[in-house]
C-alpha cells in the first residue's frame, strides 16, 4: 500500500485517516485470535467496566504478523517514515461514553494509533470520534466539556466515520477523540508506532517512552518471528533499552 498525496495531506492537516475495508480479507482470523488472546490471559469481561490488555499482539504470533501486512506496513511507512518505530499494542472492550481527549502532548517525534474496530458501529454505537486540526491545539488529559465550551460532550463538533470489520483508523496521538453510546462489549485492536528517533531529546523521549527494560517488551514471539523488514521496526527501541 501507498498512501497518496492526498492522504498524506489530509493526516497532516486533520490528524487522523480512515481506511474503509483495509483488512476486510484478515477479520475473520484477527477476531478469533482475538478472543483465543482475552481468554488465555484470563480476562472475564462482565460488562460493567472496561477490560483492558496490553503487549496484546505480542501474544499470538498470527497476530504480530500484521505489521508485515502490505496494508499495515505501507500505512505506517507512508506516515511515519520506512524507519518507524513500533512501540506495542492493546486489546479493548469497551464499555460505555469515554471523554474527549489526546493521548499524548508535546512530545518532539510523530507518535500515532492505529486502530480496528471488530464490530459494526455508527456515532450512536460507539464509533470513534475525532475533532479534526485538534492535533495541532496543545489539548492535555481528560477535556470538561460544559468549563470549556458550555456543552454535553456529544455536542463537540467532530467526525463520527461508520465502521465495519476490517475499516482500519489511525491518528496522531494528539488529536482529540472520543467514542459515545453502544454496547458494553466493543473490541478494538490497536498497535502504537513513532517516527523513528535521531536527536538527542528525541532519543530521550523514546527512553521515557519505553519500559525499564527489554523484558517487559513481552517481545520474544515478535523478535523470534520476525522478518528483516519486520526486524527494522524493533530494532532502535530494542537497542535503546541495551
Known amino acids: ?25 484478515e477479520i475473520s482470523w484477527i477476531s478469533e485470535e482475538f478472543e483465543r488472546v482475552f481468554r488465555e490471559a484470563g480476562i472475564v469481561h462482565d460488562g460493567t467496566a472496561r477490560s483492558s490488555l496490553g503487549r496484546f499482539i505480542e501474544r499470538s504470533e498470527r497476530l504480530c504478523s500484521l505489521l508485515d501486512h502490505p496494508g499495515v506496513d505501507g500505512l505506517l511507512s507512508g506516515l511515519l517514515g520506512e524507519d518507524y518505530n513500533y512501540l506495542g ?26 486502530a480496528m474496530y471488530l464490530d459494526p458501529l455508527t456515532p450512536e454505537t460507539g464509533a470513534l470520534r475525532f475533532v479534526p486540526g485538534s ?63 535521531r536527536s538527542e531529546n528525541e532519543l530521550a523521549f523514546l527512553r521515557r517512552r519505553l519500559p525499564a527494560d527489554r523484558s517487559e517488551l513481552k517481545w520474544d514471539l515478535m523478535r523470534g518471528t520476525a522478518t528483516p523488514e519486520r526486524m527494522r521496526h524493533l530494532d532502535q527501541p530494542w537497542q535503546i533499552l541495551a
Not at 469497551?94 to 512530545?107: A, E, N, R
Request: net charge negative; proline share 5%.
Open 135 to 197: 492535533h495541532r491545539q496543545g489539548w492535555q488529559g481528560n477535556l470538561d466539556t460544559h468549563a470549556l465550551w458550555g456543552m454535553g460532550m456529544e455536542e463537540v463538533p467532530c467526525v463520527a466515520p461508520h465502521n465495519q470489520p476490517g475499516d482500519v483508523v489511525v491518528f496522531n496521538q494528539m488529536t482529540l477523540h472520543n467514542a459515545l453510546g453502544g454496547g458494553n462489549r466493543r473490541r478494538m485492536l490497536n498497535l502504537l508506532a513513532c517516527s523513528s528517533c
Open 1 to 25: 500500500m501507498v498512501l497518496s498525496d492526498g492522504q498524506t495531506r489530509f493526516f497532516s492537516d486533520f490528524g487522523y485517516l480512515v481506511l474503509p475495508g483495509l483488512l476486510r480479507e
Open 89 to 114: 499494542s492493546g486489546g479493548e472492550l469497551y464499555v460505555g461514553d469515554g471523554m474527549w481527549h489526546p493521548d499524548c502532548h508535546g512530545d518532539p517525534v510523530l507518535q500515532v494509533k492505529w
